[in-house]
């Protein structure tokens, strides 16, 4: 089940992150019309699926593509191979709330199309893609500097295109999207990973030509069909 998202002027969303301080979903518009939409916007969604647009001063023309809130309700803003990270302030109890939190952070270009907040250790982790090869990344929030953890390999389809879509569960596992083969893969606890490691494919969707991802990182991915449970694994 699913609800569409809609709305006058939409625009394109994307960038996109679960906010738990508001039970929200928020991206940047990259592109759109109207009085209130703009190439500096946010958009957040309820379950209604009717985006609401703000703008929010000093962030780059074209929007972003990479995107993830943590648990204070900081949405960290980036574009692929771009050396800056712009930190958004989207906790409504907030006195910053809905301001460029200063300064923006500069970072090391990086080959990724999504990245996931994880809660376990409070860095935020991607994937990039180079080719056929893909590296593990691990990004501080605080001071904008990226690691790489290691090469990710995977069966066959894991080599074909970009994993635009990024999530984390309470695990700390994270789940990416290849825009290629439509495959969703799973990594495992990446607080824990050091070096090389694999992924294996946790299910199989349809390609897309742009895809995005999010979560409630404090939640977890049913291990199977059966009902419903508390238990990540």
């Given amino acids: 089940l699913y609800t569409d998202i809609n709305g006058a002027n939409s625009g394109t969303i994307n960038a996109v992150g679960y906010n738990v301080t508001d039970g929200h979903v928020w991206g940047s518009v990259t592109n759109g019309s109207g009085a209130v939409i703009g190439s500096d916007s946010l958009a957040r969604i309820g379950e209604d699926g009717i985006p609401r647009h703000f703008v929010v001063s000093g962030l780059y023309n074209g929007g972003y593509n990479v995107g993830t809130i943590d648990n204070d309700g900081v949405l960290y803003l980036y574009s692929t191979n771009q050396t800056q990270i712009f930190r958004v302030d989207v906790n409504p109890t907030s006195p910053a709330y809905l301001t460029l939190l200063a300064p923006v952070l500069n970072t090391t270009a990086m080959d990724i199309a999504d990245w996931a907040y994880n809660a376990i250790d409070g860095m935020i982790y991607g994937v990039g893609t180079t080719g056929t090869t893909h590296n593990l990344y691990r990004i501080n929030p605080t001071t904008g500097s990226r690691t790489v953890v290691g090469l990710v390999t995977g069966n066959a389809a894991f080599t074909n295109g970009a994993f635009g879509a990024a999530y984390m569960d309470a695990s700390g596992n994270?789940?990416?999207?290849?825009?290629?083969?439509?495959?969703?893969?799973?990594?495992?606890?990446?607080?824990?990973?050091?070096?090389?490691?694999?992924?294996?494919?946790?299910?199989?969707?349809?390609?897309?030509?742009?895809?995005?991802?999010?979560?409630?990182?404090?939640?977890?991915?049913?291990?199977?069909?059966?009902?419903?449970t508390v238990v990540c694994i």
């Avoid at 290849?178 to 390609?207: E, M």
């Fill in 174 to 228: 994270l789940y990416v999207g290849d825009n290629t083969s439509g495959g969703v893969f799973k990594i495992n606890t990446v607080h824990n990973t050091i070096g090389n490691t694999t992924a294996a494919l946790r299910s199989q969707g349809s390609p897309s030509g742009g895809n995005d991802g999010a979560m409630n990182h404090n939640a977890c991915i049913k291990p199977n069909a059966g009902r419903d």
